[in-house]
C-alpha cells in the first residue's frame, strides 16, 4: 500500500492546524489507526525532504506540525514572524538562556549567575509565555522556581529541552555559579 490518498489527509490536518499534534490525535481526526498515520508521516517526510520544498515535517514539543524549512524561515521570519513579540533584547535572552540551561532556577539564582537583577527580565518572559513558574524551592522562604514552556520550545523549534546545543565547558561553569 503506498498511503498517498491517506498521507494527503494527514498533510491536510496538519495544515489546518496551529499546534501540533501527537499520532494518537492524528488518528483521532482522520479516523486512521495509529499506525497507518505513522506510514503517512513516513510518506510526508520523504516528500519534504527533497530540495523542492520550503516545508518540512518536524516534531515540536512532542507533536507533528508541518513548519518552514530552516533557510526559508531566515529569509521570512521579519515579514511572517509573530508582530506582537517582537525581538528580544540581549538581557532577555541571556536570562532565557540561564533559565532554559539551568532549570529549574530562583531568581536569586539567576541573579548569581547574571550579576544583575532580573525582576524585569522575568516579567517580560513571563509576559511573552517562554518562562512560567514550576514550583517552589525547598529553602527558607520557598523561593518560585522558574521553567520554560511548550511556546519555548515552539520558538526554538526544540521537541524537548534535551535538544538544546551542548554549552561548552567554560559556559557550563559560568551557569553554574548559582548551584
Known sequence: MDFKKEAALVETVLFLESEPLSVKMISNKTQFSEEVVEQCLEVLKERYESEGSGIELAMITGGWCLTPKKECWDVLKEQYGSKR??????????????????????????????????????????????????????????????????EFLKLFRLNTIAELPKLDEAEEERFELAR
Request: proline share 5%; net charge positive; charged share 30%.
Open 85 to 150: 513579540e517582537g525581538r528580544l533584547s540581549k538581557s532577555a535572552m541571556e536570562t532565557l538562556a540561564i533559565i532554559a540551561y539551568s532549570q529549574p532556577i530562583t531568581r536569586a539564582e539567576i541573579e548569581s549567575i547574571r550579576g544583575v537583577g532580573v525582576d524585569n527580565m522575568i516579567r517580560i518572559l513571563i509576559d511573552r509565555n517562554l518562562i512560567k513558574e514550576v514550583g517552589k524551592k525547598e529553602a527558607p522562604g520557598r523561593p518560585v522556581l522558574f521553567g520554560t514552556t511548550k
